[in-house]
């Protein structure tokens, strides 16, 4: 998602800037909880892929949907939940990833969070650190420490992922060519 996308999400989610932050950090939550509740492994990013594919949308749905947004979301929700409870490949049966492909994802990767600023790659690296329930109080002090709200982090973790994917992406795409 580019920071364009992800601003024409809030503007989408409500004119008020910081309102609309607020709501778009309440529905991920919700979707994250949606997931868990349904024993889904990894509801952090199915919640993300929920997301994700409502931005898709956005250019087709923004000046006729007129319901409530989080409700959209959620039944986009639905769909990505199917999906994920469709059986997967058995382990054993999957070609293992080639090597050089994830050495290059590697070092893609280290290079991307070097070109970060420092604050952003402590930030980012400790957003990431902790797992399931230990992650809630985690991002709370994590915020303190930051001098941001719970939202605002979630908000500048989100744009600094977003930096990351497309700077990835860009290192494979030159790496592969």
């Given amino acids: 998602m ?22 778009y950090v309440v529905i991920r939550r919700g979707l994250a909880q ?21 931005i898709k949308k956005l250019p087709e749905i923004a000046d006729q949907y007129t319901g409530e947004r989080a409700k959209y979301f959620y039944g986009v929700a639905r769909h990505v939940y199917q999906e ?7 382990p054993s049966m999957i070609e293992p990833e080639d090597p050089i492909l994830q050495e290059r994802k590697d070092q893609c990767r280290q290079k991307c969070l070097d070109k970060l600023p420092d604050e952003d790659r402590r930030l980012i690296t400790d957003y990431y650190l902790k797992e399931k329930q230990e992650r809630i109080e985690y991002r709370r002090k994590l915020a303190i ?21 497309r700077c990835l992406e860009e290192c494979l795409q030159l790496l592969s060519d």
């Fill in 2 to 23: 580019t920071p364009e996308e992800f601003d024409q999400l809030l503007a989408w989610l409500h004119s008020d800037r910081n309102l609309a932050g607020e709501k």
């Fill in 34 to 54: 949606f997931f868990e509740r349904r024993g889904c492994n990894d509801p952090d990013n199915l919640a993300d892929e929920t997301i994700d594919r409502v």
């Fill in 84 to 90: 994920d409870l469709r059986p997967k490949p058995i």
């Fill in 145 to 165: 420490q930051y001098s941001l709200t719970s939202n605002a982090l979630t908000v500048r973790a989100f744009r600094i992922r977003s930096t990351l994917n």
